[in-house]
Structures are given as structure tokens and as C-alpha cells.
């Protein structure tokens, strides 16, 4: 984006609806094909609740399993549902999710006697550097293949295993396509803005800051640009967004270090998003507004942001 390359649909983020809870585990996510064995979604209480969201109850989509599970949590204001298998006999859950079970019991849940606490977890991109059917950006000699890329593939609601044969797919052509013009193919030198090596505050002083905005953004994305969003929510964290990314160029003078390149790389991205789901005036696929629930008539749209120069 710095350099001039046209992002697309960040908004399109698609959120995994059982991620196993536990303040020990990371990321962990429990296949969708215990929901397809016959697991239940239930609550604390034990009540199984999606048949209240979608006729298919647990076996509906994976977003609106996700948007139930979310809605299910805030309504209730349990920190998580459950995912229960139990009922099968322990020897097909030995059999058909050997990990899962392992894994669990690490944190000693026995899914064979117990539901499995889950929340919802970001998971896949759908937007990203937009390119051509070679993996080519608008900047020569620039090349996106994966979860970076936007192709198109996606669109709205990624389908599941669509983005191993995308990286496939897009890395194979984009490899030949540099072998057969790479020759010929243009090396301009990036025009983008120079990060100052001086600075007279402590490494010490920067990382509390850099920890501090950190943590922000991610708490800030998770509460206000989640699974269900808002226009207040969106325009909420938007204000907040431009009040750290000044600070960030403000301070980004100071002494160059790993944490704070990342930082400005993740707080760009999260305003990217943010603009580009304030953007969007309908739901579609997994981008859900309130205030826009229903469909556009028509042709889908992309949302694209550019800078019309990289020195902007």
C-alpha cells in the first residue's frame, strides 16, 4: 500500500467458529467435522442453541455459526459455548479425531465425557494486494501469491480448502511468469517515505509504548471490527485508529526497531480495514454491518484503497 499497490476487500475476514478456549492454548482450532459427526453447539447451561439462528442448527454455514456463537456469548456474557461430542461412543471419537482428543486432554478436557469450550477465532483473509492471474500487483516486479494476494478466488466467504490449491495455483504461474520476462521487466527503486535512525528517547521508553499500542490495536479490532459490526463501532475505532497511527509517525524517528516496523505494518492494516468495511454499505458473506444487513442488488463490488502517489 506504501508503495502504490491497490488493496482490496479487507473487510472479508473470515472467522473459524470453534476455536478451542483454555488460557493455555493458541489457536487451536477444532475441525468443523465434529459438527458434521453429529457434535452439538450448546451453552453453560447445556441448551442447544443454534437451532434458534438457522434451521441447520450446528450444521449451518460457518459464518453464521460464527455470528450465532458471538451473538450467544454477548446475550448470555459467558466467555465462551461448547462443542459436545460426547454422546459418541469414545472409541469413534478415538478413531476419527485422534489429535483433538490428545490435544484436549493435555489441558484436561476429555471430549469423550465433556464439551470441548470454544470461541470463535480470526482466520483467513479474503482481500489483499490485488493482483492479475499471474500474481502480478501494479508495481513491476512485485508478485502476491496466497493469503496476501487478492485474485478474486474468494470473493466474499472463502470455501473451505479453496486457499491451498489458491497458493498452489498462483505461486506455480507467478514462478513462470518471472521466468519468462524477467529479462525485460522493469527494476524501478521504491519511491517511499525514509524511517530516521536518530532519536532521543530510551529503547526502553519505546517498548512500553510499542507493547501498549500494541495490545490496543488488537483488543480494538477484536471489540469493534469483529465478527458482527456497526457503523458506531466502525467509526469508533477508526478515531482511535488515527489517533495511534499519528503517534506512530510521530514517533517512528526514533530509534528503528523490529517491534515498531511491525507495529506500523499492523496498525496500517487494521485502518486499511476498517475504512474499507465502513466502505461497504451491505452485508455480504462473512462482512456482517447491523446497520447494513441486507444484500446489495446488483453486481458485488470490490473496495479498493490506493494512494494516488507513494509519497502521500
Known amino acids: 500500500y506504501r508503495a502504490g499497490a491497490p488493496i482490496a476487500n479487507l473487510e472479508f475476514m473470515q472467522f473459524h467458529p470453534t476455536c478451542l478456549y483454555h488460557p493455555n492454548a493458541r489457536n487451536f482450532l477444532i475441525t468443523e467435522a465434529i459438527r458434521g459427526e453429529g457434535g452439538e453447539l450448546i451453552n453453560a447451561a447445556g441448551e442447544a442453541f443454534m437451532k434458534r439462528y438457522h434451521p441447520l442448527g450446528s450444521l449451518a454455514p460457518r459464518d ?3 455470528r450465532s456463537i458471538d451473538a450467544e456469548m454477548k446475550k448470555t456474557g459467558e466467555p465462551c459455548m461448547y462443542l459436545d461430542i460426547s454422546k459418541k461412543p469414545a472409541d ?3 478413531h ?8 484436549c486432554l493435555q489441558f484436561g478436557i476429555d471430549i469423550t ?4 469450550p470454544i470461541v470463535p477465532a480470526a482466520h483467513y483473509l479474503c482481500g489483499g494486494v490485488v493482483t492479475d492471474l499471474d500474481g502480478q500487483t501494479s508495481i513491476p516486479g512485485l508478485y502476491a501469491a496466497g493469503e496476501t494476494a487478492y485474485t478474486g478466488l474468494h470473493g466474499a466467504n472463502r470455501l473451505a480448502s479453496n486457499s491451498l490449491l489458491e497458493c498452489l495455483v498462483f505461486a506455480d504461474r507467478a514462478a513462470k511468469h518471472v521466468l519468462a520476462h524477467n529479462a525485460d521487466m522493469p527494476k524501478p527503486e521504491p519511491i517511499v517515505a525514509e524511517w530516521s535512525l536518530l532519536g532521543d528517547r530510551s529503547p526502553d521508553e519505546e517498548q512500553v509504548a510499542i507493547a501498549h499500542m500494541w495490545d490496543e490495536i488488537r483488543r480494538l479490532m477484536w471489540n469493534y471490527v469483529g465478527i458482527v459490526r456497526s457503523n458506531r463501532r466502525l467509526t469508533a475505532a477508526q478515531a482511535r485508529l488515527n489517533v495511534i497511527l499519528n503517534e506512530i509517525e510521530r514517533d517512528h524517528r526514533l530509534k528503528l526497531h ?6 506500523r505494518n499492523i496498525a496500517l492494516v487494521a ?3 476498517v475504512r474499507q468495511a465502513m466502505m461497504r454499505k451491505e452485508s455480504r458473506g462473512i462482512h456482517w454491518n447491523v446497520d447494513y444487513p441486507k444484500l446489495l442488488d446488483g453486481p458485488a463490488q470490490d473496495t ?3 494512494r494516488t502517489s507513494p509519497r502521500d
Do not use: N, R
Open 96 to 103: 476419527h479425531f485422534p489429535v483433538i482428543q490428545k490435544t
Open 271 to 273: 485502518d486499511l480495514t
Open 64 to 66: 453464521i455459526v460464527a
Open 92 to 94: 469413534f471419537i478415538a
Open 258 to 263: 523490529p517491534d515498531a516496523i511491525e507495529l
Open 304 to 306: 479498493i484503497l490506493s
Open 113 to 116: 465425557k465433556e464439551p470441548i
